[in-house]
């Protein structure tokens, strides 16, 4: 990735310094990771080098949010046909900086900063209009594509390697406290605007059509579409998400 923006900055001197700070003048990804977020997340409230120093905080105490953002950049660059560089979601897609954001938010609830997690919350959404909440759980491997309108409730899960399209919400049905929210399998694609209400679970390798609200739990490997939600058929991938295939019939 420091190669990737190197050229850049050769090529754009214009945005040499905005290369520099995010990438270059870092000793390595973890380093970058928190001051980006730093940049990315500050206020008028908390400045970027507070932030700093509380994300990198957050990377030492945690090493797996760094592993699990390496492989976010990988899921990034092997799904996304607009994305011809690893550098690319690392410094201007805010789907793959809003998870970032909740992947710090989420360790910082964990070790009872929940004030800090909220705010955290709060910030994001407005700079990403991705509302996701400090407490649900994200696996690796996760693209957010385009973000925009992107809801995870508090108890939501999400596995391994999914990918979901701007306009998804995990929504909580009811006022009922506790497990409210939706499981989500590995390798699931939901696609635009698809709405998974309730604690359901969503199993391994389901494809998700635009536009459907998923309101009961359905197994693996299958394709859901419609209001209310109906399997009409089997993907032929193993893992919808890896190919982001938006044909229901197949």
Known sequence: MREQVRERARSEPLLASFFYSSVLEHADFTAALASKMAMLLESPAVSALVLDDLFSDCLRENPDIASAALADLQAVYERDPACNSYCLPFLYL?????????RLAHHLWGRDRKSMARYMQHIASLRFQVDAHPAAKLGRGIMFDHATGIVIGETAE?????????????????????????TIGNGVMISCGAKILGDIRIGHG???????????????????????????GTPSEDSPAFTMEQDISR
């Not at 919400?169 to 006022?175: E, V």
């Not at 490997?221 to 939600?229: E, L, Y």
Request: glycine content about 18%; aromatic content about 2%; charged content about 15%.
């Open 94 to 102: 805010k789907g793959y900086q809003s998870i970032q954001a909740q």
């Open 206 to 232: 389901v494809k998700i059509g635009g536009g459907s609200v998923v309101l009961e739990s359905v197994p693996d490997h299958v394709t859901i579409v419609g209001v209310p939600a109906r399997i009409v």
């Open 158 to 182: 999400i596995g391994d390697n999914a990918s979901l399209l701007h306009g998804v919400t995990l929504g909580g049905s009811g006022k009922s406290t506790g497990k409210r929210h939706p």
